[in-house]
């Protein structure tokens, strides 16, 4: 017998930091979100936040997206994430400087979340979507000196 969705799901999430992101363990999209099967093949795949959402608030509303406070792709915590439209969406992309850049930029929240995290800094570079040369210029002060 398959297990439920919120059972699959909730093993794969690292939720044992009471102060910072809790990080998706299982697959990955292309573009570094979480992802998970719904159920059977017809149903698909979903991002990982989404289903975070989906678990416990229900649907999420036509024309929304859920967005992340932290900007880190493989975050599921609920305190993290908010519902936005498209609009407000880009409006917070560019507020935080991610708007039409290649890449990714990190910002401040996550520059401090790096250099105090024990996590790997491939888990990390995969996690904010940037090299392990940039997690470690960060790590060390290389880069980032203000933060």
């Known amino acids: 017998m398959m297990k439920s969705l919120a059972d699959r799901f909730w093993v794969k999430v690292n939720a044992h930091d009471a102060d910072n992101c809790w990080l998706w363990k299982g697959a990955r999209s292309r573009d570094g979100y979480g992802s998970i099967q ?34 880190v792709p493989l975050c599921v915590r609920l305190a993290h994430l908010f519902l936005a439209t498209n609009a407000e969406n880009l409006a917070d992309m560019s507020r935080k400087g991610r708007a039409g850049r290649r890449g990714r930029r990190l910002t401040n929240e ?34 980032w000196k203000e933060a």
């Open 38 to 71: 719904r159920g059977t093949r017809k149903q698909g795949s979903a991002r990982a936040h989404r289903i975070a959402w989906e678990l416990t608030f229900g649907p999420i509303p036509d024309g929304k997206f859920v967005a992340h406070k932290c900007d």
């Open 110 to 143: 996550q520059v401090i979340y790096i250099r105090t995290s024990n996590a790997s800094l491939r888990n990390l570079a995969v996690a904010f979507g940037v090299s392990e040369h940039t997690i470690r210029a960060v790590r060390i002060g290389e880069t």
